[in-house]
């Protein structure tokens, strides 16, 4: 059974930092593109960051970019979102994702995404 389980997160002030982690289990971890999409109240769920299965590639949201940083170690199964100057309106649930999709401009999607992690929620006091 495959588990995607996501810490981090919290509340912090505008310009701060966070770190969400997400912990995947019950499969071959580095056969998966990774991602982070995130859900504003009111809105629909946004693509963040993607990282292909190897590390070598990335891509990122126009809005999120040069600020975040998505990684991954496959030794420990586990993918980050390392978030600077975090701003008001990066306030969201994040949540991480697993395609099996080749790494490319498609993995914006969210429908091409098989696996979720629960949520965990962003609060950015401006």
């Known amino acids: 059974q495959v588990q995607l389980v996501q810490s981090g997160g919290g509340l912090v002030q505008d310009g701060d930092s966070l770190r969400l982690s997400c912990a995947a289990s019950g499969l071959t971890f580095s056969n998966y593109a990774m991602a982070w999409f995130r859900q504003a109240p009111g809105k629909e769920r946004e693509f963040v960051a993607v990282i292909s299965w190897s590390g070598a590639s990335t891509f990122y949201a126009d809005s999120v970019k040069g600020r975040f940083t998505i990684s991954r170690d496959n030794a420990k199964n586990t993918v980050y979102l390392q978030m600077n100057s975090l701003k008001f309106e990066d306030t969201a649930v994040y949540y991480c994702?697993?395609?099996?999709?080749?790494?490319?401009?498609?993995?914006?999607?969210?429908?091409?995404?098989?696996?979720w992690g629960q949520g965990t929620q962003v609060t950015v006091s401006s």
């Open positions: 994702a697993l395609s099996t999709r080749a790494f490319g401009p498609s993995l914006k999607i969210s429908a091409y995404y098989l696996g």
